[in-house]
């Protein structure tokens, strides 16, 4: 295996590519409703790309600029760059292919995709530099994530509208309120590197219970967007049943028991994406 194959896989496995199933979902979602039934197989996708070429350049942002953070976190301080396995030359070659991707992509998709490309990768790679002044880092995180079903949107009718502005916001408050979760893990270690997150601020306790109020939030979001005369009765089936798994996925989590966080981050998140992603193309092309 050659040192380039070598090091891609690594940087691939770190930047842990399934995780594309929280946006790519939400993206899916906007094209259906954006085109009102079935869009163009071309455009799905080159949305598609978009969306992976986006996430893997921030991911990679990520991992260089918070290297240092990484080696002195012990949930993070064997990923491959914090441990001296593969070299910073590779992540930034890495994290341009990826950038120009996503813009390859735009540019197939419409003008204004394009245009507004510079501006998707500027928000997805801010969020990671926000950790080092605000606690509001996940909701930084939930902005970023957003520009998916925004993009989308544009992508299909090229234009910005307030049905995807509305699902956007679901999307901030959704990823917010998981990522409050998930960074409950690194509490002691942010603490000690002086990063800003809700657990620092507010304990672990009271950040769980915002965590909470984020998602009741996303779905006060999905609601409203069911008042737009684009989705059908099966869409709220569907927010119904993300209700349920939201609830399901806070009963995992205690304050002094976080030992399910990665289930409740990774599963059943997915399954959120998923299933409503599932639902809204029954409701978009039967209903």
Excluded at 67 to 90: E, H, W
Excluded at 179 to 208: M, W
Excluded at 227 to 244: A, E, K
Aim: with cysteine; hydrophobic share 55%; proline share 3%.
């Amino acid at each position: 295996m050659t040192e380039f194959v070598k090091n891609l896989l690594l940087i691939l496995s770190d930047i842990k590519i399934q995780h594309t199933v929280f946006a790519l979902p939400f993206a899916i979602i906007s094209a259906f409703m954006a085109a009102g039934g079935i869009p163009e197989v071309a455009a799905i996708a080159w949305i598609m790309v978009c969306v992976i070429g986006a996430r893997s350049a921030a991911m990679a942002f990520n991992r260089i600029v918070d290297a240092r953070f990484d080696r002195l976190n012990p949930r993070t301080r064997n990923r491959p760059l914090a441990a001296k396995r593969v070299d910073t030359t590779s992540y930034w070659v890495f994290l341009i292919a990826a950038s120009m991707l996503f813009i390859f992509a735009s540019f197939k998709l419409n003008r204004l995709s394009f245009y507004l490309s510079p501006v998707a990768l500027s928000i997805v790679f801010f969020y990671s530099l926000t950790k080092r002044f605000t606690s509001l880092s996940h909701v930084f995180l939930g902005f970023a994530l957003s520009v998916a079903p925004v993009g989308a949107w544009v992508a299909i009718r090229e234009e910005v509208s307030l049905a995807s502005l509305i699902l956007g916001a679901a999307v901030v408050f959704w990823l917010a309120g998981f990522d409050i979760i998930y960074s409950c893990q690194d509490l002691e270690s942010d603490t000690e590197n002086r990063l800003h997150s809700i657990p620092r601020k507010f304990g672990v306790s009271k950040a769980l219970k915002l965590a909470a109020g984020s998602h009741v939030l996303m779905i006060f979001f999905l609601v409203i967007l069911s008042t737009l005369p684009l989705l059908d009765w099966l869409y709220l089936v569907g927010v119904f049943l993300v209700g349920i798994l939201l609830i399901y996925e806070h009963s995992l989590i205690q304050p002094n028991n976080l030992s399910k966080v990665n289930i409740a981050f990774f599963n059943v998140n997915g399954c959120i994406s998923v299933l409503l992603m599932t639902l809204v193309i029954v409701d978009s092309i039967w209903l």
